[in-house]
């Protein structure tokens, strides 16, 4: 129905443009006496023909308004709302400024109405390029929350940082890791957390997976989110830009990091390099907690539990409360049992921190009693 509307509305404007056509004819010299029925005939037959021009080429109007139509609200929804803002007052400047200057030379004789119309175009499109590449400018000026919005001004004022180290984008693997949560709750995390909606729609696949495993992880990761947003006092934002050309979700990342001027949180080694290789900081969750860990220099004695052999004969296998390995020579026949070691080297590697000790005697005073405390 609507689309039948629409091919009369169009064929209607064809035939008025005829009608108007067929006016202007008659007002060359040699038609302006004519007789009354070919005048008649000169107003009317543009009319009808662009009528029936109009009404055949509607379908086809109609068709390319709506694709055209689609795309740009295509565009406008992978934009973010600052750019949308930003572009939209960059224009509204523009327009300003072109009525300005288009009603100063309104009386000009020949040029006056067309100095308006040229304006219009020309302040027009650089209030839109401006608007939106000094977005975050104009909207500071308006009093307007920063490029990815605010919950509230006083978190908006009370989150300082120097320029360009302001928002932290966070990757899918350190969501799911979940230290991300205690890291913001002790206050060593500033600025602006940044989910970009990409890796929402992977958390939410991942969420919906057949596999318990993924299914769980998922979840945890989304959990993890909500517990960020509504309990912690630090500022989680959604980023609903999006780079439809690029498929990985790694390369979507460093390219927002880009955009932004953003730092990377992430677990991931792959994206830490490639991010490196870009210029992009990357905050790797896993190298903060390997500085954390306590540092055991050689000669310094410990109590650790044998739990298992190792690799090499008779080495035995323990860890501390943080996950580090205890490789404890000689340690085999002591598996299932607190021991006194002696640390003699320590390795760092990148899955970690390896210690390597033996035991501090060689009889039964190296075992570890529980009595013995104190």
């Known amino acids: 129905m609507l689309k039948k509307a629409a091919r009369i509305v169009i064929a209607l404007f064809f035939l008025a443009g005829g009608l108007s056509l067929g006016y202007a004819l008659l007002n060359i010299s040699w038609l302006i006496d004519s007789p009354l029925f070919l005048r008649i005939t000169i107003i009317i037959l543009p009319g009808i023909v662009l009528g029936l021009i109009g009404y055949s080429l509607a379908p086809w109007v109609i068709k390319k308004f709506i694709q055209m139509a689609e795309w740009i609200e295509k565009k406008l929804q992978n934009m973010p709302l600052s750019d949308l803002l930003g572009a939209a007052l960059g224009l509204i ?3 300003i400024i072109a009525s300005l200057l288009g009603f100063s030379f309104a009386r000009v004789p020949f040029i006056g109405n067309y100095v308006g119309i040229f304006c219009s175009i020309l302040f027009g499109y650089l209030g839109l390029s401006l608007g939106y590449k000094k977005k975050e400018e104009l909207l500071n000026i308006f009093h307007v929350f920063p490029k990815l919005g605010g919950r509230d001004k006083e978190k908006t004022a009370s989150t300082k940082v120097k320029p360009g180290r302001l928002y932290k984008i966070l990757d899918t ?7 991300i949560a205690d890291i913001c709750k ?3 995390a500033e600025g602006i957390l940044v989910v970009p909606e990409f890796v929402l729609k992977e958390l939410r696949h991942i969420a919906d997976s057949s596999d318990q495993l993924r299914r769980n992880r998922g979840r945890r990761g989304l959990d993890i989110l909500n517990k960020m947003r509504k309990e912690l006092d630090v500022r989680v934002q959604i980023c609903e830009k999006d780079f439809p050309e690029i498929p990985e979700v790694d390369s979507k990342l460093v390219r927002l990091a880009q955009v932004l001027g953003a730092d990377i949180y992430t677990n991931d080694y792959n994206l830490n390099k490639v991010a490196e290789l870009q210029g992009i900081q990357v905050l790797n969750i896993n190298e903060l907690a390997n500085a954390l860990k306590p540092i055991f220099l050689p000669g310094e004695e410990m109590v650790v539990q044998v739990i ?6 008779q080495q035995g296998i323990g860890y501390l409360d943080d996950g580090t390995m205890i490789v404890v020579e000689s340690g ?7 021991i006194y070691v002696v640390v003699t080297s320590v390795l760092q590697t990148a899955a970690g921190r ?3 000790a033996k ?5 039964s005073r190296t075992l ?3 009595d013995a405390i104190g």
């Open 173 to 179: 693997s350190v969501i799911i890791d979940g230290r």
């Open 354 to 356: 390896m210690i390597f």
């Open 332 to 338: 085999k026949k002591y598996i299932n049992q607190n």
């Open 368 to 370: 570890y009693e529980v």
């Open 93 to 95: 400047i523009g327009l």
């Open 186 to 188: 002790s206050g060593f």
């Open 359 to 363: 035991p501090k005697y060689n009889d």
């Open 308 to 313: 298992k052999d190792g690799k090499e004969s």
